[in-house]
């Protein structure tokens, strides 16, 4: 099993179809690059020698225990805190997001149902900017708006991901269950009770690679 990512995709443009397990590979980073040789190295075996090789592709993942590095953790995190709410660029990059229960789900429907050499793409029908997730969250949790602070956008930042899981839901009888609406409400509510956690992960390694990664960017 090689668990992927939507990444190795590249990036779509605003009226385009959404990403299916044929959209040619064109990744724009080093990271998404190297997912992509992954993908290639591991379903090559399954060519070659005949392994059984099943590779899945996933949208953005959020939900509980997700380390604050992440989108949705970092802005509940750091607007608890009253700490300002770091936004790459315009904020308008488009993602679909989908709750980890429902990625776990389709890991294992393909590990168990999956074919040799196959690929499933699997994703949350919940496409949404950047901008709006972090907006919904200063609402949920009632902090100022100015907290959203605009910073200098990372190098190779795709515009937009989206996801046709059509081959999974017909050959792995997969789909997601939750609704991003209802997601983000118990994503917020479960950071909201288990403080301790992410306040024990925020130490002070964490802290030096927040700094490092975000401080050089403030505008």
């Not at 992927?4 to 995709?9: F, L, Q, R, W």
């Not at 005949?50 to 989108?71: A, H, I």
């Not at 509940?76 to 488009?94: F, H, K, S, W």
Request: a negative charge; charged letters at 25%.
């Amino acid at each position: 099993m090689q668990v992927s990512t939507d990444e190795v995709y590249g990036s779509l443009g605003p009226d385009d179809a959404p990403f299916t397990e044929r959209t040619p590979l064109d990744p724009t980073s080093p990271y998404s690059a190297s997912k992509a040789a992954a993908d290639h190295f591991a379903l090559s075996y399954a060519r070659t020698h005949g392994m059984d090789v099943v590779v899945t592709r996933c949208s953005n993942n959020y939900g509980p225990y997700q380390f604050p590095e992440k989108l949705i953790p970092l802005m509940i995190t750091n607007a608890t805190e009253r700490q300002p709410l770091p936004v790459y660029g315009d904020g308008l990059q488009v993602r679909d997001w989908i709750h980890v229960e429902d990625h776990c789900r389709g890991v294992l429907a393909a590990l168990e149902r999956g074919g040799r050499g196959e690929v499933y793409n699997f994703g949350g029908n919940a496409e949404r900017t950047n901008l709006d997730i972090v907006r919904r969250i200063v609402a949920a949790l009632g902090v100022s708006p100015e907290l959203v602070t605009h910073v200098k956008d990372r190098p190779a930042h795709d515009r937009r991901y989206a996801m046709d899981a059509t081959k999974s839901a017909d050959a792995l009888g997969w789909a997601p269950r939750w609704t991003f609406e209802d997601g983000l409400t118990h994503t917020v509510r479960w950071y909201g009770e288990h403080e301790a956690w992410w306040r024990a992960v925020k130490d002070g390694r964490y802290r030096q690679f927040y700094h490092a990664w975000y401080g050089e960017r403030a505008t």
